[in-house]
């Protein structure tokens, strides 16, 4: 029994010095291979140091003390580390290892924002956790002469190659500063990183972020500072952040997405000058990226081709073709900021929201909705204003063209930014009307256009629907306020088109009411249209003009108040009643048709149909003007201007009255 007792001390004693035997052999294994690496920063350029090495076989545990590394590239990028810890130490492979947790404390890193300030910004981070990591064993550093790029996108490749299941750090802090123009500290909280694997990261959240930003504008001082919580983030890929910086993949023309929807607010902005502006919540629902049109390495080349002088004129247009191809390799979903709110020296104002989105360098439609604010004249409402297909990087290149103040913009330049948008449209807008205390309605507006010949459009639609005061101190409106009239509506939709295989232009208004007075409709045709009239070259459309050849009218008027308005003004005038009025005005027109109708004689029945209108109030009146064989629309119209019944007599009169 004490024999076999004995054996079993001394077997327990050499397993236990057996064990710490090859803990200490371990520990100064992994002390060469921790030097090993931080020599491989110092190989390459950078400064690397580091403190005690420790490690714990039993719960493999690594702790590395007071590290210390600063990179090779300009500016330098310093990190300093108080402790790193690395439990559950494994090695899935002899070119990587893992860890259950990998912790770091007290962290700080610095690096220089390089331009004419040399300005300077630091992130203090209390502690920093990654769960479930794997990793290369060996990172591959950029060289002492490798750029801002070459470095960016080694450390996109880095990151590629890890995974963890979450990063953590609870709070970070930092300072920015770039010369006595501007400085400032920010803080960050509640950051958290989920599901990281090759080069993608499932899902973002930081539960605040605050700035205190200091600026000196033309000798000015302010201050502002802001706060922004509940940011999230969802499915990013630096895979496409990596394809941009990759010169290999420049050609490359798909959109590669960046994000996934993303979303924060509420976010708060207050500034020393007196304005304070907040937006309960911002959304973007997807970012994408196209490698072939966002080439940052040629922007930056070019910006620092530039240098800090005044930029020659190539040189302005080569930077603005630049930003304008960055907006052409982004596609950015529907983005969205809800419920803005601003408190400024000139009073308060609301917004609904600001939608609009962006791709191929357009932006598909950028909205305004719900703009509440006061004016010195009264409140002022708009419930939407909408600029539709805004082309912002062809806008870019063409104001470009008109940066030289000693050459005025030549007709084709002009003729350009047509194509750059095409539409407006306008909702629910309440102004103040002068001095008045009142206001005018304008219930919407919508014009687009389209259907380009070269940068002219061909094709055109206005509607508008308004209600305005009347004032009557303004002596051009006192015969309608005479009337009983203290306001005016409209409602009105024009349209015209051309059609280049018939070579006809029609100008269509299906609609033109003027509330208490009259509604109408009118259709225009134009034969015999070329396209040459299109043109941007006065001279060539005016000769192209020539050729244009009159159509078809037709006209259409109902009246709604307008004749009684009209003959108890004409009453007024002539002394008398207003059915006196009524008889005589309708005597004067069937008179008139008379003495036409040597030159035209559908006159008489013209006149005949008009004079019926104004007997009958209520009634509708539609004439329809035939052409009698070719007239040619530039005479036609110095004709009306010299001689009106001469012009008609070029034409076959048809009038009718009705109900």
């Known amino acids: 029994m004490v024999k076999i007792l004995l054996g079993l001390v001394a077997a327990v004693v050499i397993a236990v010095g057996g064990f710490f035997g090859f803990e200490y052999y371990t520990q100064h294994r992994i002390k060469g291979e921790v030097e090993a690496a931080f020599e491989q920063i110092r190989a390459s350029g950078g400064k690397a140091s580091h403190g005690k090495v420790s490690f714990d076989l039993k719960s493999r545990t690594l702790r590395i003390d007071d590290i210390a590394t600063e990179s090779a590239t300009q500016p330098p990028v310093r990190v300093k580390i108080a402790s790193v810890t690395a439990s559950g130490l494994g090695q899935p492979d002899a070119g990587r290892f893992s860890a259950d947790t990998l912790e770091a404390s007290d962290m700080e890193i610095s690096g220089g924002i390089s331009g004419p300030t040399d300005g300077k910004v630091t992130y203090k981070m209390p502690r920093f956790v990654m769960k479930d990591y794997s990793g290369p064993a060996n990172i591959q550093l950029p060289s002492a002469s490798a750029s801002i790029i070459d470095a960016y996108r080694s450390s996109l490749q880095q990151f590629a190659a890890m995974s963890a299941t979450s990063i953590s750090a609870p709070s970070m802090t930092g300072t920015i500063n770039v010369g006595t123009k501007m400085s400032g500290e920010f803080a960050y909280s509640g950051m958290t990183f989920k599901d990281i694997k090759a080069g993608k990261i499932a899902a973002m959240d930081v539960e605040r972020a605050g700035f205190t930003v200091n600026t000196q504008q033309a000798g000015k001082p302010d201050k502002m500072t802001g706060e922004i919580t509940?940011?999230?983030?969802?499915?990013?890929?630096?895979?496409?952040?990596?394809?941009?910086l990759d010169p290999q993949k420049n050609s490359e023309d798909r959109y590669i997405r960046a994000y996934g929807k993303m979303t924060a607010g509420p976010y708060t902005i207050t500034s020393a000058q007196g304005v304070r502006m907040r937006i309960d919540a911002m959304m973007v629902d997807e970012v994408a990226v196209r490698p072939s049109r966002l080439q940052l390495p040629t922007m930056l080349a070019t910006i620092q081709a530039a240098g800090t002088a005044q930029p020659s004129p190539t040189q302005a247009r080569e930077l603005i073709e630049r930003a304008a191809a960055i907006y052409e390799g982004m596609r950015i979903g529907t983005t969205e900021m809800r419920g803005l709110s601003a408190e400024t020296p000139q009073g308060p104002f609301k917004l609904s929201a600001i939608r609009f989105?962006?791709?191929?360098?357009?932006?598909?439609?950028?909205?305004?909705?719900?703009?509440?604010?006061?004016?010195?004249?009264?409140?002022?409402?708009?419930?939407?204003?909408?600029?539709?297909?805004l082309d912002v990087a062809n806008f870019m290149r063409v104001s470009a063209q008109f940066a030289n103040p000693a050459q005025a913009p030549s007709p084709e330049l002009i003729a350009g930014l047509f194509p750059l948008i095409q539409g407006v449209e306008v909702k629910s807008v309440t102004a103040p009307f002068k001095n008045t205390g009142r206001f005018v309605n304008l219930d919407s507006f919508d014009v687009n256009w389209g259907q380009f010949v070269g940068p002219i459009p061909s094709k055109v639609r206005v509607t508008a629907k308004m209600t305005t005061p009347i004032d009557a101190s303004d002596p051009s409106m006192r015969q309608l306020v005479a009337t009983g009239l203290d306001a005016l509506s409209a409602d009105g939709d024009i349209g015209a088109e051309w059609t280049g295989a018939s070579r006809s232009f029609v100008v269509d208004a299906p609609k033109l009411e003027i509330g208490g007075?009259?509604?109408?409709?009118?259709?225009?045709t134009l034969a015999n249209v070329p396209r040459e009239v299109f043109s941007v070259n006065p001279a060539q459309a005016m000769g192209a003009a020539a050729q244009i050849e009159a159509g078809a009218i037709e006209f259409t008027l109902h009246d709604l108040g307008s004749v009684d308005r009209g003959m108890a003004q004409y009453a007024r005038a002539l002394n008398v009643n207003r059915e006196t009025a009524r008889r005589s005005f309708a005597d004067e027109i069937r008179a008139a048709g008379k003495e036409t109708a040597a030159a035209n004689p559908d006159a008489v029945a013209a006149a005949e149909a008009l004079a019926r209108f104004i007997e009958s109030p209520g009634q509708t009146l539609i004439i329809k003007l035939t052409p009698i064989g070719k007239v040619p629309a530039m005479q036609l119209f110095q004709m009306l201007k010299t001689d009106p019944l001469i012009a008609l007599a070029q034409f076959r009169i048809e009038a009718s009255t009705g109900l």
């Open 357 to 389: 989105n962006l791709e191929d360098g357009k932006v598909g439609e950028f909205a305004v909705e719900g703009l509440d604010m006061n004016t010195p004249k009264g409140p002022f409402k708009l419930g939407r204003f909408a600029l539709k297909s």
């Open 230 to 244: 509940n940011l999230a983030a969802r499915d990013f890929d630096a895979g496409a952040i990596a394809a941009i």
């Open 517 to 524: 007075m009259m509604k109408a409709s009118a259709r225009i």
